[in-house]
């Protein structure tokens, strides 16, 4: 069983920056696709930006330019930078990854992000 947890969140002003992590206990972020994605209370989970094949990013429009995804395959760690942070950023934050070994998808616990002033 794969095990990811996620740390880095926490409250920040609006303008501020956080990264959060994505640690691993195996070295799952040598797959195919692995992200992040946020939620919202009454809201769908949201896809915020994909690492996917030989490492080709995607991401959501609101957040292009401010946040950047990265990993870090010694490690077993995922990253997300996160610039410029806005209100409309917070929620909870969950990392994923399609696992190479048994081709399941597996999540984090999530991390709370709150920007407020």
């Known amino acids: 069983q794969v095990q990811m947890v996620e740390s880095g969140g926490g409250l920040v002003q609006p303008g501020g920056s956080l990264r959060l992590s994505c640690a691993a206990s195996?070295?799952?972020?040598?797959?195919?696709?692995m992200g992040w994605y946020r939620r919202t209370p009454g809201k769908e989970r949201e896809l915020v930006a994909l690492i996917i094949g030989a490492g080709s990013t995607i991401y959501a429009d609101s957040v292009k330019g401010r946040f950047t995804i990265s990993r870090d395959n010694t490690k077993n760690t995922m990253y997300l930078q996160m610039n410029s942070l806005k209100p409309e950023d917070t929620a909870v934050y969950y990392c994923?990854?399609?696992?190479?070994?048994?081709?399941?998808?597996?999540w984090g616990q999530g991390t709370q992000v709150t920007v407020s002033s």
């Open positions: 195996v070295n799952i972020f040598n797959g195919n696709a």
């Open positions: 994923y990854a399609h696992s190479p070994f048994d081709f399941r998808n597996y």
